[in-house]
């Protein structure tokens, strides 16, 4: 069983930056990749990045590639999303989740997500 627990999202303006948290718990968690993924009203939830704990495999989505970056922080059992450069088409519900490292760009085969946080870029 895997805990996930999103933070930092908010309301920001169009070019600021933002760094959400996936704080990470449970018995087998270090067995999962983790990644970042978000959805908008009236749209497929969306891969972002991913990453296994030992760091030996990171991956984005080409819609974030270059923008954003995933990282964790092992001691803190901690996933982050950095996101610069925001712009509105940002704005959605980011979630974090932790499934199989192959099939993480597949949203629909991810094990265990957590409850999102709220992004909203204004222009």
């Known amino acids: 069983q895997v805990q996930l627990v999103e933070s930092g999202g908010g309301l920001v303006t169009t070019g600021d930056s933002l760094r959400l948290s996936c704080k990470v718990s449970?018995?087998?968690?270090?067995?999962?990749?983790m990644g970042w993924f978000r959805q908008a009203p009236g749209k497929e939830r969306e891969f972002l990045a991913s990453?296994?704990?030992?760091?030996?495999?990171?991956r984005y989505g080409d819609s974030v590639k270059g923008r954003f970056a995933i990282s964790r922080d092992s001691a803190k059992t901690t996933v982050y999303l950095q996101m610069n450069s925001l712009i509105p088409e940002d704005t959605a519900i980011y979630y974090c989740?932790?499934?199989?490292?192959?099939?993480?760009?597949?949203?629909?085969?991810?094990?265990?997500w957590g409850q999102g946080t709220q992004v909203t870029v204004s222009s």
């Open positions: 989740g932790a499934g199989s490292p192959l099939r993480m760009a597949v949203p629909r085969t991810v094990a265990y």
């Open positions: 449970g018995r087998a968690f270090s067995r999962f990749a």
């Open positions: 990453l296994t704990w030992d760091g030996s495999d990171t």
